[in-house]
């Protein structure tokens, strides 16, 4: 038998999470909804496929309208665009490395293990982020 | 109290949870593929501009420029935010989990056309279209 305490009542760590990950996921749409209504005033209506549109809209960064037919990207790279694609990556980082915590707590049973993956998580989602911001101040 | 997490595989997969099973599934399915793919792809954007690490990033850029991989990812990313949504709105205004099953539905309703012209693109891009 492998059992464990059930979660407990009041404001805890999986309690925080559990209402950061519905929060996050209205902040990602909005912050969706910005990079699709961005990329159409900068000429996505006629320059971008929908896949095209949807890849951006998932994280507004210059990289992703490289292959499209939009002629300048002058636009596409401006602070703004910058600090929205590292806005989505911190929002989002969050929410993803949490969930991949919270499939492994189904799975793993021992109570240490699952103690020291929330603590490795937590250091590869940091390490992560740093990376992925960098990256879109440089691209 | 104790919980049992002692549940076999073979026991998961006989259980019948139809339609909010599967997504469910879809769900968790979606988002791992998506944590995984943007980790190495964060990764290889990083490894692409350092002289140690132009090959492995070249390497996973030919993952997932792959078509067949974009008609997978873009299946995880979509269902992710139709089921996503669904619920957000559900778990916040928990009087709304009686209407759980049109719910979904519903997200069906939205993912099929949606999924379907992002495919179409994507596959005609393809076969050089």
Redesign the interface.
Known sequence: ??????PQRGVNFDYIMWIYT?LS??AM?AL?LIGIIGALIMGARTDM???DL?RWA?TPEV?HVLNTNVANIDAWRTLFWRLMGSLL?LV?GAH??H??LN?LD?YV?SAPWRLFLRYFIIA?WIA?TV??V??IF?? | ??????VSLKDALRYQGKGPMLTYWLH?IG??S??IF??LH??A??ML?QPWGARAGVFIDTIYENWIF?VFI?AC??FH?IN??R??IL??WPRLIEYQREAIWLEWMVFVP?YG??LY??VQ?ALGG
């Open positions: 038998m492998n059992l464990r305490t059930a519905r996921a209205l749409y969706g496929s929908l896949p949807m998932f990289t990556v989002g993803g490395y969930g991949l499939v189904d049973k590869i992560m990376v992925a960098y990256v440089t691209s | 109290m104790p919980l049992k997490r002692d968790r988002g791992l998506m944590i943007i980790s964060v990764l954007g990083y501009n974009q873009f990313v979509l935010i996503g949504l619920i957000t778990d916040l949606v012209i992002a693109t994507i891009n």
